[in-house]
């Protein structure tokens, strides 16, 4: 008997992705850089793969063992993501940057996992839904810096720097839980709160 090593029917991956970005340079005091990418990945997930996004593995683990596993298992994940970074020189020679970020939310499906003896193999997990039915919270944050140096003679410098983090305090959804059950969404991760904090730099 000779056995032969092949790749699995259907099991391949497919990705696209499509960014643009503008630069304009430190001009009439301020300056600005924005991007924005769109990725689309078409790919296989067996039932009972931690999946989410884009970041599933494309591995062999993933290919369906059984007709449940292959439930919903292939899916076409879209995402998206943007930056926008500009510095404004205000009067005095303070200087003020910013930067604005923008991400789509993971996309996730329902899964339920049987309970013992309900198959004749063991528990298994098994999609519910197609893996891109749904989709968390998209995540707009915005982060600042006011920057302000004097000069102490010498070649030595002092800096004093305040940021702002989450300037808008967004509070949205980074995980959830996806099993079926009574903690169905229940939420595990969502975007650190507003914080502010000063400080020096000193140059020398």
Known sequence: VRNYLTN???FDQRYHSYSVSMDRRLRNNWQLRASFTVSRIDELIKGGIAAGGTAASFTLDNYPRNPNEALNARTDWLSWNGRVMGTYILPFHVQLGGVFRMQSGEQFARRFTTRT????????TIWAEPLNANRLDNVYLMDMRAEKVFSLGHGSRLALMVDAFNVFNSAAIRAANTASGVSYLRVSSIVNPRVL????????
């Open 8 to 10: 699995p029917a259907s």
């Open 197 to 204: 904090k000063l400080g020096m730099r000193l140059t020398y």
């Open 117 to 124: 003896r309900e198959l004749n193999y063991g528990n298994q």
